[in-house]
């Protein structure tokens, strides 16, 4: 059993900067994967960066919306989310999410944080 509680979310204006954390308990085996995904009103949910969980070889990788604005990064037992040049469009539930990496790379993961809310204003 894994389990992950956000926190940092929070109002920003356009242009601004936030980090979100999740600290990561319990099991996690060497196969897993964690996440960052997010959902706004009326949209479908959005994996937007991703990690793998053994940190000798870190890989990571990000939506084209985010690609060169976030920075997904852990360590020991917190999984981040540095938030960079947000937009409007950025305005979502955030959620962080562990599970196989297959799982994770196809929006699929098993185990997820309560979610924090990001707000950006114009």
């Known amino acids: 059993q894994v389990e992950l509680v956000e926190s940092g979310g929070g109002s920003v204006q356009t242009g601004g900067s936030l980090r979100l954390s999740c600290v990561v308990s319990?099991?996690?085996?060497?196969?897993?994967?964690l996440g960052w995904f997010r959902q706004a009103p009326g949209k479908e949910r959005e994996g937007i960066a991703a990690i793998d969980s053994d940190g000798s070889d870190t890989t990571t990788t990000y939506a084209a919306s985010v690609k060169g604005r976030f920075t997904i990064s852990k360590d020991s037992d917190t999984l981040y989310l540095r938030m960079n040049g947000l937009k409007p469009e950025d305005t979502a539930m955030y959620y962080c999410?562990?599970?196989?990496?297959?799982?994770?790379?196809?929006?699929?993961?098993?185990?997820w944080g309560q979610g924090t809310q990001v707000t950006v204003s114009s």
């Open positions: 319990g099991s996690m085996y060497s196969a897993y994967c």
């Open positions: 999410a562990a599970d196989l990496c297959d799982l994770v790379r196809w929006n699929r993961p098993n185990y």
